[in-house]
């Protein structure tokens, strides 16, 4: 049984497709009013549990074999954030793994950690420290920003007219597609070339931010318009918002996608994994047809496996709908 934290992100969704194409046993561990559902037509199972919460945690991995750890903040809250998910969260997550026996962990970290100052890459570090120091078999992934993030600035150019950015973009990076993150995931469950290893994972070519945000424009339909924030009132805007932790801590690693260089030749990643990658090109019209229907309600329902609770408790199909609880409550957080 392989386990999945982070299985309703965007990228730990991609993870548990990938391993249920291939026939594998999924568990997912997924928090209370998390949409989960959008994984109903997998055939995963689901176990409704928190980082925060070490009970949870260790009765989602009884008789597990493999971990694979998707789990991000991507904007901070009061009591979702960095010290209390990706620092604590992790650690007693590695804790317990060690505890059952897990054959391997794979952690997704991301590139500039090793580097960078933001609170996020931190943490990050934090949690990379304590797979390493746990006497676990492990791989972990520093991947490079995915496509999804420079098509959701499009749409937000296409809602609002322009944008700031938190940094010049001339920057180049490894843009890496989501479904290349996943199967490279999946093949670190048992790749004897990345045990006990922490490697640098990137797409099939170099692009500038810039370049890269002006492809997501384009098959967004809409010209970039963007602006850069000054580097002083970005910093000055990170000191001021620290007690309100859900803004500063994204503007800070936001500008280290749009200033620093990170990247990883594609020839590694090719004799590392074993798999042609993904263009760049390709992978954007992909995911975007995805966002695209999100925004339309009757295409996002039509995409929508049933949410019902059913799909959790009993098997699929067996259960009649009128006799069952509602879903879990949604998070406060």
Request: net charge neutral; hydrophobic share 40%.
């Amino acid at each position: 049984m392989i386990v999945v934290t982070g299985a309703t992100g965007r990228f730990g969704s991609a993870v548990v497709r990938t391993l249920r194409s291939l026939d594998l046993p999924v568990r997912a561990l997924v928090r209370k009013g998390s949409h989960y559902y959008w994984l109903n037509d997998t055939g995963c199972t689901y176990f409704f549990g928190d980082l925060r919460d070490p009970q949870s945690v260790r009765r989602c991995l009884k008789d597990a074999t493999h971990l694979i750890v998707c789990t991000n903040v991507r904007r901070e809250t009061k009591a979702n954030n960095h010290v209390d998910v990706t620092i604590n969260g992790h650690t007693a997550l590695f804790e317990a793994a060690r505890a059952e026996g897990l054959e391997r962990t794979v952690l997704v970290s991301c590139m500039g950690v090793e580097h960078t100052s933001s609170p996020a890459s931190q943490a990050r570090r934090a949690a990379e420290e304590a797979l390493t120091a746990s006497g676990m078999e492990y791989t972990i992934l520093r991947a490079c920003i995915h496509e999804t993030s420079f098509l959701e600035l499009a749409w937000e150019i296409h809602d609002k007219g322009s944008i700031w950015l938190p940094g010049p973009g001339t920057n180049r990076l490894s843009i890496l597609p989501t479904r290349d993150l996943a199967r490279m995931a999946t093949a670190s469950l048992d790749l004897s070339t990345v045990r006990n290893k922490t490697i640098q994972v990137g797409g099939g070519s170099e692009v500038v931010f810039n370049e890269a945000l002006d492809m997501a424009c384009s098959i967004v339909g809409v010209e970039r318009k963007t602006s850069v924030a000054p580097g002083p009132l970005v910093r000055l805007g990170s000191h001021i918002g620290k007690p309100f932790r859900r803004f500063a801590n994204q503007v800070a690693e936001a500008r280290v996608w749009a200033s620093e260089d990170l990247t990883v030749p594609p020839a590694i990643m090719v004799d590392t994994f074993g798999f042609d990658l993904t263009p760049l090109g390709e992978a954007m019209a992909e995911t975007n047809a995805f966002l695209a229907d999100l925004r339309d309600p009757e295409r996002r329902e039509a995409r929508m496996v049933h949410p019902q609770f059913y799909a959790t408790v009993y098997e699929p199909g067996t259960a009649d709908l009128t006799l069952l609880p509602d879903g879990p409550p949604p998070r406060r957080d």
